[in-house]
């Protein structure tokens, strides 16, 4: 998000394609933020999977966290992709030509 930041704070919103274009730009860094996040907690789980050797609550947390881990992909891949879902959901149109 601070990535962000300066495009926002200096953005001329003129037209109501500048805010889907902010809102859009802002969700697929989102998006990419949480599947890097649960992509570490896989691979957490995984370390956690190996190294429990044969003990019931490390097997437990190790479920628990690709649980969550799972769930954290599923949110990136609606996050990146959100406008669509609504669209076909709603059925309208999603603006692509932006005066300029």
């Not at 769930?71 to 999603?94: D, E, F, N, P, Y």
Request: proline share 2%; glycine share 6%.
């Amino acid at each position: 998000m601070l990535v962000l930041a300066p495009g926002i704070a200096f953005a001329q919103i003129t037209h109501i394609c500048d805010i889907i274009n902010i809102v859009d730009t802002a969700a697929t860094w989102f998006g990419y933020f949480v599947f890097i996040v649960a992509m570490m907690a896989v691979l957490y789980a995984a370390l956690l999977y190996m190294t429990a050797a044969g003990n019931e609550e490390t097997v437990k947390k190790a479920h628990t966290v690709l649980v969550y881990a799972l769930i954290g992909i599923a949110v990136a891949l609606l996050a990146t992709s959100a406008a669509k879902i609504v669209q076909k959901t709603v059925g309208g149109t999603i603006t692509t030509t932006c005066p300029r």
